[in-house]
């Protein structure tokens, strides 16, 4: 095997493995800003590519293989630029002291999905909203299983300080609408807390053997924004 048909086999492999983990991660994610008929086109282009064998003497072949393969780079690279545009945006600044967390949110105008009423389509079983408040720049939402709350609180952005517990606690950062949220959990309660864009969202919840970071998660990925 020459040189350069060795080169078009890595390039076939290479190609194949990237695309297959490239549509794994896509299938993956919350939300893709692809029309349905573009995305199925685009899809069917890049299966159906493939790099036509030549021989050493074709030099037209050669120059359609030199084409093809740039062809396939710019789309390599075009995709990948578009991929890191998918990935969720941390949208809020965070400072750690002994027993808490401080942070700012960013005001994002017109950002997508933004939103500050919501149905939350997921309530772990045995809670009931109990009360609900409503006014200019906040929202809360209360729920009770008799012995534990759970708060879900939306708030307009204003550059204001927000604070949460976190002394003891397991913290880090998770995606929630395509947006990266932040979570810290100890033995009293288990926060959530992410912005939409000009508002931020809290979910605070009591820590019991009914409730668990995967719950608090979920309701906050089952928001259906009200319009």
């Known amino acids: 095997m020459d040189f350069e048909a060795a080169l078009r086999e890595a390039c076939i492999e290479a190609d194949k493995t990237y695309w297959k983990s490239f549509f794994e991660h896509i299938d993956s994610m919350p939300v893709i800003l692809i029309p349905e ?5 685009l899809r069917d282009f890049i299966r159906n590519y493939e790099i036509t064998s030549v021989g050493k003497k074709n030099h037209k072949g050669v120059k359609q293989c030199l084409k093809a393969l740039l062809i396939a780079a710019i789309i390599l690279l ?14 809020y600044v965070f400072h750690i002291f002994n027993n808490y ?31 609900k408040e409503k006014s200019k720049h906040l929202q809360r939402l209360l729920y009770t299983n008799g012995g534990n709350q759970i708060v879900i609180r939306s708030v307009l952005n204003i550059n204001n300080l927000v604070e949460i517990d976190t002394e003891d606690a397991e913290t880090g950062e998770i995606e929630i609408g395509g947006k990266i949220g932040y ?8 926060i959530v807390m ?14 019991c053997n009914l409730v668990s970071l995967d719950d608090v998660i979920q309701i906050a990925q089952s928001a259906k924004p009200k319009r």
């Open 101 to 131: 967390t401080e942070f700012i949110f960013n005001d994002e105008k017109d950002a997508d999905r933004d939103f500050f009423s919501a149905d939350y389509l997921y309530i772990p079983e045995g809670y009931e909203l109990v009360s």
């Open 183 to 190: 979570y810290s959990c100890n033995e009293k309660v288990i």
């Open 194 to 207: 992410w912005s939409t864009g000009q508002y931020y969202h809290q979910i605070i919840a009591d820590t």
């Open 78 to 91: 075009a995709l990948a630029i578009t991929t890191f545009a998918f990935k969720p945006m941390r949208n």
């Open 37 to 41: 008929e573009k995305d199925k086109r």
